[in-house]
């Protein structure tokens, strides 16, 4: 099945800064790929996706990238703000109906 | 427009015991899928449903069951509790073969002593 490891499991960076994310999956049938941010005692919220014929996709100050050949993709958050601070969790799926095969988690600390 | 709502919130059981939880999708969402996480990890997929039929399901053993009703709304049952079975329970909706996008509730924290 499907495999998905996220790095890294914490990040701590300063306000304004900018904060990457980044994972690799193992099945290249997956052509899915969403980011989750989990606040404490909340579900996770979709916050950017991404699909396989598509290399790059951009909302405000997040992004996300894909490489299809590396079986990677990465989130990129710019001048990050305290209320970044959420554990982000990436995920891959082969489509519609399928189910999500989730990475361990990054929780994220922005320092004011 | 109401999103995904899960109930209870919270729950605490012995071993043993039989738990029901359950959910309520997305307004126009037919596909409602269930998720384990552990304190500390990623979800875990359990089931999925669609049509009141259960369509996939990861590696859980047969005490985690559940349902699907004609109004898109769903259960998780897990019989005969562990306690490794403590953890945040996630239902997640979405629009069956349309689309992708899968939208989560707020859990439902077990806690089995």
Known sequence: ?112 | DAGVTQSPTHLIKTRGQQVTLRCSPKSGHDTVSWYQQALGQGPQFIFQYYEEEERQRGNFPDRFSGHQFPNYSSELNVNALLLGDSALYLCASSPGTVQETQYFGPGTRLLVL
Not at chain 1, 37 to 46: C, D, F, I, V
Not at chain 1, 90 to 103: I, P, Q, V, W, Y
Request: glycine content about 8%; some cysteine; aromatic content about 8%.
């Open chain 1, 1 to 112: 099945g499907e495999n998905v490891e996220q790095h890294p499991s914490t990040l701590s960076v300063q306000e304004g800064d900018s904060a990457v994310i980044k994972c690799t999956y193992s099945d290249s049938a997956s052509n899915y790929f969403p980011w989750y941010k989990q606040e404490l005692g909340k579900g996770p919220q979709l916050i950017i996706d991404i699909r396989s014929n598509v290399g790059e996709k951009k909302d405000q100050r997040i992004a996300v990238t894909l490489n299809k050949t590396a079986k990677h993709f990465s989130l990129h958050i710019t001048e990050t703000q305290p209320e970044d601070s959420a554990v982000y969790f990436c995920a891959a799926s082969k489509g519609a109906g399928n189910m999500l095969t989730f990475g361990g988690g990054t929780r994220l600390m922005v320092k004011p």
